[in-house]
Each structure stands twice: as structure tokens, then as C-alpha cells.
């Protein structure tokens, strides 16, 4: 019973689906961490302990203390099998090349990293030219700069830039420094490098590391030693993941949808022949098979088409994402089993999944209908369609709610994801109840095209609410996903950077450029109020989990608490954030002024603070505030982030002057581009599939009305009126569509403002992209018509009543 | 000799309900008997085609019983019912008798395929050669005239021998020669293989290859001719009856 032409529309998009899920899935499992060159010769790698569980995943490790390094270093390198074990220092140093940070760096993390020479073994590093550093002032670069060796150089450090001469060069990103120099630098280690002798088993080795480590570190050999490449590109590859999740998540859903409405719509025009197949003795359970077997081959035929489709797009793709940032460098495609199988397996799940319920409605076919006019209008819908609508309706509205008040923005946009979904899904099963009140509400547009035709666009609509309905869906999913998704991005962005304008009393801010961090020196040169965060790790038995990572922002306390508008403090003073034990902390941390906080440094020692000050959550952007002093004396490297100044200055090296509503738009503008380049792709996935859909229901429509417009043509229509009616018809639909959808992601767009306003305490412009909505909306409108009036035009060229008729 | 393939008892069947409630059957009862070829005829919407509906199984009439071969319609579900159908009972409609993806010869064998036998190659031929068609056994409905089609469909019935087989104004959309060579194939069918016929038509031309003609007026049986049934017998008839309804009102 399958028909080549009639299979083909789900074919399409079955196969269009599942290259999008192939593509991202291979993308997907590819990305594992890669093990960082720097470290590649050293078989075995001792870690410290891990931080506890926290918002952000992408912190450090807990350091050790350099004495406590310095201990395990002795009894690691007396190991059987072992060469040498050698603590990893890393630190902020970046050479400048003509006064300036080096323009080719400035996108590497670890072009900008100092280490101490003898790091250089463990990732096989040799002298292309001069000598190894011995004292301070003496510094080994990469080849790539086009120093020489015996030339000055400034490197930029967290105290501010210093003056260096080149000793020797190497071929790789970073600069090396004297041991003892790093050892001052960085003093905390993080990372301890075994190199083995010739033909030792690392993993015997591993075993003996762990009796010597025991619990205060991880020992990782072979693949593991990946997580210890450095935290922004894990970052990066966590984005990507995301971003990939997301939008394999999002096409198995869109194909679903579209299959399934593709399904309906065949099955509905076959319901004559369905009905035939009833009278002559099929029983419904036949039939329901006979669909689903249909089903099954298109979606498995389907399905590896849209494997070989994904597997070629792939690389394309995954060199796409480096270039946008959602991948690290080190990214490359790797064809593993598991995206394969899943790939596989999806086009027939996907059939499967989307004809269920229309083959429930097959099955149900009468076999008087054999008999009847084609078009049998049935009641619009079930009662448990009804409730299925609803429900997901309402699950979309909640998670919107939920959209809006998530703290952190990446997880809000996922979260955006699946309301979008449910709200569209929802729409999508109650819209044959809308359509007959918005089809008599649109009516007197319609009807000025000339009577006849106004009355037989109406007609059809309102008679075949279903059919309408089913060619509306992918106009709805579409619209509602472009206008949900980007109006709830640029409404969340605009209101963070709005708050974040209003917190801020200060005319000026200096921020770094093309650097990581502002050195010490350069926050002296504007003579403004600085913010040196540094990460600490609360160590108190008492609080779980253990090791818990912390912002702690070094300030000045009279400087801060006056160009912070929004600090309130709960109980103490800030005046008392004096001495190096002192600490201020958030309400949620539930203590009191003159409580104990014990926690360590960056250098791996553990100071016992004590609470001065308690400040409400939202007073300050981090967990802790420090003396300046404190921070800088236990992480020599910490770099400042924000500088407020009163007036315009000139910005030091390394650094740019912003006004404040520049700098509130542009503070998380790398994520923000980010995830508004997210918003597109998935607006780019869904518009472009909904896109095809729109095309592929319409051409099967016009297949379907060909003896209706025949019946016309016969009843004295012109080919200019029947072109009209075709074109009025599909207008009607996508404008259908379109104002549903709207209507879905007007809610849905509501609802995440009400969050927000809640949110930053202040009313919230709602923000509508409307270039994309029109974009869209026009998209859908050029494919609707040409690909309803094309076959109709074909279909015009021959005389009315001769051509074949298709049972 | 006279045993009844298809009885129906008291039958009526309504639509709609209010103002818009149709009363197509009004109590009808009449029999079938085996082995013969009997024709419905009467005005448009008298309720020809829902009476065949009702006692094919098609349709549930509203009230009234339905024996085919001594079972009782009523008593069966909707997939026994089918089953019933697919085994004896043949249909051929007016128009769109067959499936469009499949061949002539797959349509004929279609309701076998679904009682999941396969009949023999040589039924399937011969099915096709007795409505002469045996040549075109590969061709798809939409390269089959109308009568062909119509051909196709009573060997489709042929195949299978059901007890009884309905036929929905088989020659509506047919010429004169296409309609002689179809009604004489379901004539066949009652004479060569003593199997049951009911035709509904508006010509009296067909009727008169009928042993019995059933005149229905607002649903109900209003007039039988049984014998020597002519085509003038038949107009003459009909006529009579117009001018009857027309100086009752
Ligand atoms: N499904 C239905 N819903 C509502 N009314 C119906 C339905 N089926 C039949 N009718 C009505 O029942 C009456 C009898 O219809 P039926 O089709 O049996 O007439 P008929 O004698 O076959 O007419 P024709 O010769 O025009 O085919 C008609 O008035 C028709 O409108
Ligand atoms: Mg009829």
C-alpha cells in the first residue's frame, strides 16, 4: 500500500530530522576534554582535591599549600618508576608585544599563563634557542612572538607590567619563569606531574601515587588527565554541550511534530481509500498495523538517509562551532558508536511515535466513508484531546514562570526551551477549536477579493477546521518559537543590564581589554574602586559540602559602599573590614558579626576568618568580601575584574574606560552573544524546518484539492480567479498560524516579564525582535504561496476535465 | 430452494436530530432470498442506499435486526462484523471501488490478503478473465476506464464466492455497453454460481436483469414486481406510481 509520491513529504522530514540529531549527537560525543598539551608527557598526573558542589562547575581545584606540595612532591618522586615529579604552576603573565597585548593571544587562555621552567618536561617542551631561565627578571617565551633571545620584554603580571629579558624560546603558547619565581607567583599548587621512566606501566605507578596521596588529591593517567585542561574551555565545551543538547532536543521534538501533522494529513486524505479497505474487510487492528508498517519503512529509509546526511554535516558543523565559541580549539569530530545507533534508531521511533495517534484515527475510519465526500468534518476535537491541550498549555506557562526566575541565564534558556515546547504542543492540539471564531473574525479581509472567492476560502476553512488546523501547525511552531525565544532573550538581557545600570553609583568603569584581569598597577593609575575577586574554599566540617568553592571580592570598604547603591547592610559594620582575618558575609550564609569562617586561600592555607559585617544576597556580585590586602597576599596573581572611577580617565595598558549603561550592556556580552547566537541557531533549526513543513503540507493540500479546483474551473472559474482562491487560502493559513502562534509566545513572553519584574524589583520592557518576527512570518507567507500555487498552476495548464483522477 | 440469504426486519434508520432529523428507513422489512438478483429502485433519498448500508453491514440502522446467512447482525462487534463482511459478503459501489495504489489483480485479491489467505495465482487470473480484463491485471485503477474499474470490482466480488453481493447504482457513471457488460457479469454471478444480488439503480433497463424489482418511497417498501420483469414493465410502473403520489398531495 505504500505510495512513493505519497510517503514522500514524511520521508523529508523524517530524514531532516534525524540529520539534525545525527549531526548533533556525533557533535556531542565528541566532546570530551582533551588532555592539554602542556601536560601530555607526564603519564601520571596528582590532582587536588576536588571543590565541593557549586553554581558555577568551572572552578579550580582546592590547592595545596606550597608546603603541603612540597612534602608530596619528596614522597612522590621517591616512587619505583618515577623520574620525577614536578609541581605545575600556573599564573598570570602575558608578554606585551609593542606595548600591547599580543592580538593573535588574546583568545587563548593559555597564551596569557606563566609557569616555572621545569613545567616545560612535562609536556616535552625543548629550547629552540638560548638558555633555560635561573633568576627572577628571566624569562623563556613562545617562538611565535618574534622575540630574540638577550631582547627586553614586558610581561604583564598581577602586580602590573615588569620588565624582563628573553633568555630562550620555545614552541609553544605561555612564558616560563625561574622555579623559585613561579613558587613566589603561585604559590598554591594545583597540579603535580609524574615523569616515568622508559617503559613503566603508568597505571602500576597510578596505584602507588594514590597510597602516597590518599584522600588529598586525585592520581590520573591516560584520557582521565583530560580535566585538567583549563577551566575556560571546559567552560566553552559545557556551552557547547548545551547548546547541542538543546538543539538535538529541539529537532527530535520539531520532527515529531512535523512527522506526526505530516501523518495526520496523509491519513485524513486517504480516508476514502481507508474506508474502502474497511468495507472490504479490513479490521481496524489491520489497518492500524498497515500504518504503522508504513510508518516504520519510511522512517527507517528515512532515518539513514538523514545518518549519512548528519555524519557528512558534522565536521562542517563542529568547525563551525569553534569559530562562534562554543568549542574549544582542541575540537574534532569523532564518529563514536552511540550517536550512530541513536541515529539509527530515531527515524523509525520518530515514525512510529508520530503516526501513533494518527493511525488510532485511521482505524476508526468508517467504511461508509468509502462512500461519502472525502472531506467529512468530525467534531473539531475529542474531550481527550482537549485535556491533553490543556495540560500542556499549562505545564508551558509554568515553566515560562519557572524561565524567568531561574538564576542563572543558561539554565533559563533551557528551561525556555521546553516551555516553548509545551506551549506550542498545546497550541498545536486545541488550534482546531480557534479555528472557526478566527476564521469568521478575519472575514471581512477575506472577502474583498471578489465574492465568490472569498466565500469558497471561507468555506473550505471553516468546513475542514482539522485540515486548516493541520496546515497551520508548522506556521504556529514556527512564529510561536522565533517570537517566544528571542523576545524572552532580549527582554531577560535588556532587564539584567537595566538592574545592573541602577546598582552601580559611578560615572565611569574600567574594565580589562584584551587581557583576563586589570594588574595592581593599573587600578592605582585610575585611582577608582576596585573589585579583586579570588576564589576561596570554605572548609568549616560543619557546612557541607566540604570544600565548598567562594567568591571572595577584595575591596576597600568606604570606596565599595559608595559606588554600590544597592548595599544593605544586615548586622555589623563594613567600617570594621579591616584586619586579615575579617570577612563580610551574605544573609544566606546565616551567621552573625563576630562568628568564625574558616576557609582557604589560593595559596592552600587555611585561615580562620571572622564574620565583621552580614549584607543582603543581592548587595554584592559574589558570595564574601575581603580586605584588598588579604586577597592579594594569598593569591599573588589575582587579577581586578571592575574599577569604578568618578570621571573620565585615560585607561592604563590593558584596559578600556566605559560609561555605565555601555558597560551594564556590554558586562556579560560575551555570553550574551553567546547565547543569543544560541537563540538564533535554534530559531535558525526550527524556522527552517517549520519552513520546510509549511512547504511540505501545502504541496500535499494542493495534491489533495486538485478535483475540488477542477469542480471549480468547471463551474466557470478563470485560472486567474482559481489562482486567487489558491493563494488567498494559503494566506489565510499561515496568517492562521501566524497570530496563533503569536498568541502562544504573547503568553509565554508574559509571564517571563512578570518573573523578571518580580526578579530585579523593577518594571520590565517587554523586548520583540520584530525583524525576526517578520523575517519569519515572510519566510512562511513566500514558501505557503509558491508551494500551494505552483502545482496549481501546473495542474491549470491542462484542459479542465481531462485529467486523470486521483481516487 | 427458497431459503433467505439476507433478511431485515422492521428497520428504520434516522439521522440528525431536531429540526434537522431525517428519517431515511421507516420500517422495512423485506427478504433476499438465495440465488437470486434482485434491483431497489425508487425517487432520490427514498433510502436506497441505506437500506443496502444497513443490510451489508456498513451502517447500524436505528432500529430493526439484519440476518445474513443466519447471523444476526446485532449480536456481532465491529471486528466481527468485518470478518463477516470480508468473508461474505461483495460490494461494488458507484464509484471509487478500488484502491488506488494497487493493481487490479491486488485489488481482487485484497479481501483474501486480509482474511490473510492468499488465493491461488489462477483465481485471480480467472477472476479477471470472466469480466475480461485478464490483459490488464498489472494496470492501476487511474489507467482503467470507469467501466473497467467497475469490472474490476465485481471480479473482486466474484473471488472470494460470498453469499451475498450489493451493488450501489453499479452502472451510475457508466454507457450503455459498459453497463450490459457489468450487469451481465452480476447476472452471471446469480445463475453460474448461484450467489445473491442486490442492485440498487434508477434505470429500469437494469432492472430488468433483475428476478425481482423493490420500489422504496420515504423509506419504505411501497411496491414489488416479481416475473417476467421488462424494462417498459418497470418505467411503466414507476410512472404509475408518480402520478399516484402526485394527486395524493
Ligand atoms: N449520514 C447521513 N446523515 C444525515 N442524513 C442522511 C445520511 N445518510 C442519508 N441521509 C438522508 O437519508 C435519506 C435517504 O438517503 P439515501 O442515501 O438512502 O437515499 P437514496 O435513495 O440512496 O438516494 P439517491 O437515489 O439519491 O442515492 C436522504 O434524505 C438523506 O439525506
Ligand atoms: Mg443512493
Redesign the interface.
Known amino acids: 500500500m505504500l505510495s512513493v509520491r505519497r510517503s514522500a513529504s514524511a520521508f523529508v522530514a523524517v530524514a531532516i530530522g534525524v540529520t539534525l540529531v545525527a549531526a548533533a549527537t556525533l557533535l556531542l560525543a565528541s566532546g570530551r576534554p582533551q588532555v592539554p598539551d602542556r601536560l601530555a608527557r607526564a603519564a601520571v598526573v596528582v590532582q587536588s582535591p576536588e571543590a565541593g558542589a557549586s553554581a558555577d562547575q568551572f572552578v579550580p581545584t582546592r590547592p595545596w599549600s606550597a608546603t603541603a606540595a612540597a612534602g608530596l612532591v619528596g614522597r612522590l618522586s621517591g616512587l619505583p618508576d618515577v623520574v620525577a615529579a614536578v609541581p605545575d604552576r600556573t599564573f598570570y603573565a602575558q608578554p606585551l608585544v609593542d606595548g600591547r597585548p599580543s592580538a593573535a593571544d588574546s583568545g587563548r587562555e593559555d597564551a596569557h599563563q606563566g609557569h616555572g621552567w621545569s613545567s616545560a618536561q612535562l609536556g616535552g617542551l625543548r629550547l629552540t634557542a638560548g638558555e633555560p631561565p635561573r633568576r627572577a627578571g628571566e624569562v623563556v617565551v613562545d617562538r611565535a612572538l618574534g622575540l630574540r633571545v638577550g631582547a627586553p620584554v614586558t610581561v604583564l603580571t598581577a602586580v602590573g607590567p615588569e620588565p624582563y629579558t628573553v633568555t630562550g624560546l620555545v614552541d609553544g603558547p605561555g612564558v616560563h619563569v625561574a622555579d623559585e619565581v613561579a613558587a613566589a607567583l603561585a604559590p598554591g599548587v594545583r597540579a603535580i606531574g609524574l615523569v616515568l621512566a622508559p617503559g613503566a606501566d603508568p597505571e602500576r605507578v597510578a596505584m602507588a601515587a594514590r597510597g602516597v596521596v590518599g584522600g588529598d588529591g586525585r592520581v590520573l593517567t591516560g584520557a582521565a588527565r583530560g580535566v585538567l585542561e583549563p577551566p575556560g574551555d571546559a567552560r566553552t565545551r559545557w556551552i557547547g554541550m548545551q547548546v547541542l543538547t538543546a538543539t538535538a532536543a529541539l529537532a527530535g521534538f520539531v520532527t515529531v511534530f512535523v512527522v506526526s501533522s505530516t501523518f495526520a494529513f496523509t491519513l485524513a486524505q486517504r480516508r476514502r481509500e481507508l474506508g474502502l479497505l474497511r468495507a472490504v474487510g479490513a479490521t481496524g487492528r489491520q489497518v492500524r498495523r498497515m500504518v504503522g508498517a508504513e510508518a516504520l519503512a519510511v522512517g527507517a529509509s528515512a532515518g539513514l538517509v538523514g545518518l549519512l546526511l548528519g555524519a557528512a554535516l558534522a565536521p562542517v558543523l563542529g568547525r563551525l562551532l569553534v569559530d562562534v565559541g562554543y568549542e574549544p580549539s582542541t575540537f574534532r569530530v569523532r564518529y563514536e558508536l552511540w550517536p550512530v545507533a541513536v541515529s539509527l534508531a530515531a527515524g523509525p521511533v520518530i515514525a512510529v511515535l508520530a503516526v501513533w495517534s494518527a493511525s488510532r484515527r485511521a482505524a476508526r475510519v468508517r467504511p461508509l466513508e468509502a462512500l461519502r465526500e472525502a472531506a467529512v468534518e468530525q467534531r473539531p476535537i475529542g474531550r481527550l484531546r482537549a485535556a491533553t491541550g490543556t495540560l500542556l498549555l499549562a505545564t508551558g506557562v509554568a515553566l515560562s514562570v519557572g524561565t524567568a526566575t531561574a538564576d542563572e541565564a543558561r539554565v533559563a534558556a533551557q528551561y525556555a526551551l521546553y516551555a516553548v515546547m509545551a506551549l506550542v504542543a498545546g497550541a498545536t492540539v486545541l488550534a482546531p477549536v480557534v479555528v472557526g471564531p478566527l476564521v469568521r473574525l478575519l472575514r471581512s479581509p477575506v472577502r474583498r477579493p471578489g465574492g465568490a472567492i472569498g466565500m469558497l476560502v471561507r468555506g473550505g476553512a471553516l468546513t475542514a477546521t482539522r485540515r486548516t488546523a493541520a496546515i497551520a501547525a508548522p506556521v504556529l511552531l514556527t512564529v510561536a518559537f522565533a517570537v517566544l525565544v528571542s523576545g524572552m532573550v532580549r527582554t531577560t538581557s535588556a532587564a539584567y543590564a537595566a538592574g545592573r545600570a541602577d546598582n552601580v553609583n559611578a560615572g565611569w568603569i574600567v574594565v580589562p581589554d584584551r587581557a583576563p584581569g586589570l594588574s595592581d598597577r593599573a587600578v592605582a593609575a585610575t585611582g577608582g574602586t576596585a573589585l579583586l575577586p579570588t576564589t576561596v574554599y570554605r572548609t568549616d566540617p560543619a557546612t557541607p559540602p566540604k570544600d565548598r568553592p567562594l567568591t571572595a571580592l577584595g575591596v576597600e570598604p568606604e570606596g565599595f559602599a559608595a559606588a554600590n547603591r544597592v548595599l544593605t547592610v544586615v548586622a555589623g559594620s563594613l567600617d570594621d573590614l579591616t584586619g586579615a582575618d575579617t570577612v563580610v558575609v551574605t544573609a544566606s550564609a546565616n551567621l552573625l558579626p563576630s562568628e568564625p569562617y574558616p576557609v582557604v586561600f589560593a595559596d592552600g592555607t587555611s585561615v580562620s576568618l571572622r564574620v565583621v559585617a552580614v549584607v543582603t544576597d543581592t548587595s554584592i556580585p559574589g558570595d564574601l568580601l575581603v580586605p584588598r590586602a588579604v586577597v592579594r597576599a594569598h593569591d599573588p596573581s589575582a587579577l581586578t575584574s571592575t574599577v569604578y572611577v568618578r570621571d573620565r580617565i585615560d585607561p592604563p595598558v590593558g584596559a578600556r574606560i566605559l560609561d555605565v549603561p555601555a558597560w551594564a550592556a556590554e558586562a556579560d556580552a560575551a555570553e550574551d552573544r553567546l547565547i543569543w547566537l544560541f537563540t538564533l541557531l535554534l530559531i535558525g533549526v526550527s524556522a527552517g524546518y517549520g519552513a520546510i513543513a509549511v512547504a511540505n503540507t501545502l504541496l500535499l493540500a494542493a495534491a489533495g484539492r486538485a478535483a475540488d479546483l477542477r469542480l471549480i474551473r468547471m463551474a466557470g472559474a478563470t485560472r486567474r480567479q482559481v489562482i486567487w482562491l489558491v493563494t488567498a487560502e494559503s494566506a489565510l493559513v499561515v496568517l492562521i498560524g501566524a497570530l496563533l502562534g503569536g498568541a502562544v509566545a504573547f503568553v509565554g513572553l508574559l509571564s517571563v516579564r512578570a518573573g523578571l519584574a518580580e526578579q530585579v524589583g523593577a518594571p520590565v520592557d517587554l523586548m520583540v525582535p520584530w525583524p525576526v518576527v517578520a523575517g519569519v512570518v515572510g519566510l512562511c507567507l513566500l514558501l505557503a504561496v509558491l508551494s500551494s500555487v505552483l502545482p496549481t498552476w501546473r495542474l491549470l495548464r491542462h484542459r479542465p476535465a481531462r485529467s486523470p483522477v486521483g481516487g | 430452494m427458497t431459503t433467505d440469504t439476507v433478511t431485515v426486519t422492521g428497520l428504520r434508520a434516522v439521522y440528525g436530530t431536531g429540526t434537522r432529523r431525517v428519517t431515511a428507513l421507516d420500517g422495512v422489512t423485506t427478504s433476499f432470498a438465495s440465488g437470486t438478483f434482485t434491483a431497489v429502485m425508487g425517487p432520490s433519498g427514498s433510502g436506497k ?1 441505506t437500506l443496502l ?1 444497513c443490510a451489508a453491514g ?2 447500524r440502522p436505528t432500529e430493526g435486526s439484519v440476518t445474513i446467512d443466519g447471523t444476526r447482525l446485532d449480536d456481532l462487534d ?2 466481527e462484523l ?2 463477516l ?3 461474505r459478503i461483495g ?1 461494488v ?1 458507484q464509484a ?7 493493481t487490479a489483480a491486488q485489488n481482487v485479491e ?2 483474501s490478503r ?2 490473510r489467505r492468499r488465493p491461488p495465482a489462477g483465481d485471480v487470473t480467472a477472476a479477471l478473465d470472466a469480466v475480461g480484463l485478464a490483459d490488464r491485471a498489472g494496470h492501476r ?2 489507467e482503467l476506464s470507469g467501466g473497467e474499474q467497475q469490472r474490476v470490482a465485481v471480479a ?1 466480488a466474484l473471488i472470494t464466492r460470498p453469499a451475498v453481493v450489493f451493488a ?1 447504482e453499479p452502472t451510475g457513471a457508466l454507457d450503455s455497453a459498459s453497463s450490459r457488460q457489468v450487469l451481465r457479469l452480476l447476472r452471471a454471478l446469480v445463475d453460474d454460481h448461484g450467489q445473491t444480488v442486490v442492485m440498487v439503480t434508477h434505470d429500469p433497463a437494469a432492472a430488468a436483469y433483475a428476478d425481482r424489482v423493490l420500489l422504496l418511497a420515504d423509506g419504505r417498501v411501497v411496491d414489488e414486481l416479481t416475473g417476467g420483469i421488462t424494462a417498459a414493465a418497470v418505467a411503466a410502473r414507476i410512472a404509475e406510481r408518480e402520478i399516484v403520489a402526485e394527486s395524493s398531495c
Open positions: 442506499s448500508h456498513l451502517d465491529e471486528d468485518t470478518r463482511r470480508r468473508d460490494f459501489f471509487f471501488n478500488l484502491v488506488s495504489t494497487l485484497l479481501p486480509l482474511a485503477p487511474s473482486r450501489d
